[in-house]
């Protein structure tokens, strides 16, 4: 059996940009995500996780109108590999969330293909 699934809690780290391909809208974004720990020493220490993501369908218009740099989202759906190559020929990958369900504030979930924006919810993810 194989899953392919991460939900990430976070802020945007900048504004999202939507653009449409093909005649359907599509928004991309950047999410940072904090984690803490203690190293073994004892001090506490946090990394920051940077994850691009991307979001097909009417849901898109939601990120693009109501999200900007420093909004609290939770996103959830597959993570995704693009392989790409650079102007000077090296190839690189990268890796970006593909959105499925998105939740700004203390709303509902909403499901990516629904862009419901009844369903966004509030200001506040209450964790």
């Known amino acids: ?57 009417p849901a898109a218009s939601i990120i693009n109108d109501r999200g900007v740099k420093g909004t609290t989202i939770l996103v959830s759906g597959p993570i995704e590999q693009d392989t790409f190559q650079t102007q000077d020929g090296s190839k690189r990958t990268r ?10 504030g203390q709303g509902s979930v909403v499901p990516a293909e629904t862009g419901n924006a009844a369903d966004a919810g509030g200001d506040d993810i209450p964790f």
């Open 1 to 57: 059996m194989n899953f392919n699934s991460c939900t990430l809690v976070g802020r945007m780290v900048r504004d999202p940009e939507i653009r449409e391909v093909g005649g359907t809208n599509v928004v991309m974004f950047t999410v940072a995500s904090n984690r803490s720990f203690k190293k073994k020493d004892g001090e506490k220490a946090e990394k920051t996780l940077f994850m691009d993501c991307e979001l097909w369908g």
């Open 95 to 104: 890796y970006k969330l593909r959105v499925d369900f998105f939740q700004f």
